[in-house]
T-cell receptor, first 116, second 109 residues
């Protein structure tokens, strides 16, 4: 089944404790992206990747890191989480043809993160 | 002012009604436009792309008005299963994918 998976789905942690949220897609998509969703603000792009070893900042990259060592995986790293990073996080992927400009983005099921 | 604005609703309409949402955007260089549907606490899923010529998919019709910088979604003969939040998405580039904050729709029997 074509899908984007994220782990963990739910995470409660404390300020400053490094964490990684994994994202994996099995559709051979070149484009991958991370978003956070907060009430009243919609989804905001954190980082994106056009291909392996190619990553760039989105609208709200502060406090986050990503890596793209393999096409299928795009982990999101919070080196020192803070309470303002409490949010619902979505990973997404898309075909390279036109990238996200014209193609559908497929989203993972989301990771609900609480930072105390 | 937000780059993409949607009426948050909620829109509460009876089954069978026709309902329309608008979404305005501020960046005239925007290239692609979409409507996504998001069920409560679930991931967004593509409902339809939006083209200047307008497009229709069953009971759903999407329109783009570049001159006035808005996109619209029309749902005819609404079903209970249409209850969801509808997100408009405006794309300028790979790093400029702007989601609206969503319009909540609730269909009542």
């Amino acid at each position: 089944e074509a899908q984007v998976t994220q782990n963990p789905r739910y995470l409660i942690t404390v300020t400053g404790k490094k964490l990684t949220v994994t994202c994996s897609q099995n559709m051979n998509h070149e484009y991958m992206s991370w978003y956070r969703q907060d009430p009243g603000l919609g989804l905001r792009q954190i980082y994106y990747s056009m291909n392996v070893e190619v990553t760039d900042k989105g609208d709200v990259p502060e406090g986050y890191k990503v890596s793209r060592k393999e096409k299928r995986n795009f982990p999101l790293i919070l080196e020192s989480p803070s309470p303002n990073q409490t949010s619902l996080y979505f990973c997404a992927s898309s075909l390279v043809a036109g990238g996200p400009f014209r193609d559908e983005q497929f989203f993972g099921p989301g990771t609900r993160l609480t930072v105390l | 002012r937000k780059e993409v604005e949607q009426d948050p609703g909620p829109f509460n309409v009876p089954e069978g009604a026709t309902v329309a949402f608008n979404c305005t955007y501020s960046n005239s260089a925007s290239q692609s436009f979409f409507w996504y549907r998001q069920d409560c606490r679930k991931e967004p899923k593509l409902l339809m792309s939006v083209y200047s010529s307008g497009n229709e998919d069953g009971r759903f019709t999407a329109q783009l008005n570049r001159a006035s910088q808005y996109i619209s979604l029309l749902i005819r003969d609404s079903k209970l299963s249409d209850s969801a939040t509808y997100l408009c998405v405006v794309v300028k580039s790979a790093s400029k994918i702007i989601f609206g904050s969503g319009t909540r729709l609730s269909i009542r029997p």
